[in-house]
């Protein structure tokens, strides 16, 4: 009987629950999120996607086919899901807007008219 072989495979994770992970890398990919926030409204794009790739990298997610991360902030869970911004549905509610996963809008869709 032989051992099994260790295949060393990538993590090809596409979406994280950001509250799994340790505290201090939370609050890293917060900061970065913060600067890549801070870098698009100065209209600085190659920063926005260099901060977001660092992110992706930093909490484990294969590199999004958008290039952008997006955080689940529904209101009517405590998702804490970070994944592939092309598959976020956006909401307003007021003057504010939320984002919520594929898994959430499925579930408990908000429109923000509720
Ligand atoms: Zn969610
Ligand atoms: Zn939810």
Do not use: W
């Not at 994770?13 to 890398?25: F, M, Q, Y």
């Amino acid at each position: 009987m032989g051992h099994a072989v260790m295949t060393h495979t990538p993590n090809q994770a596409t979406e994280i629950h950001l509250d799994r992970l340790p505290s201090s890398i939370q609050d890293a990919f917060d900061a970065l999120m913060d600067q890549a926030d801070k870098a698009a409204e100065h209209r600085d794009f190659t920063a926005y996607a260099l901060l977001h790739k660092q992110a992706g990298h930093l909490i484990g997610i294969h590199r999004p086919a958008s290039g952008e991360l997006a955080r689940c902030t529904c209101q009517n869970c405590y998702c804490t899901r970070v994944f592939d911004a092309n598959k976020a549905r956006c909401y307003m509610d007021g003057q504010i807007e939320f984002v919520q996963c594929e898994t959430c809008a499925d579930e408990h869709r908000l429109t923000g008219d509720e």
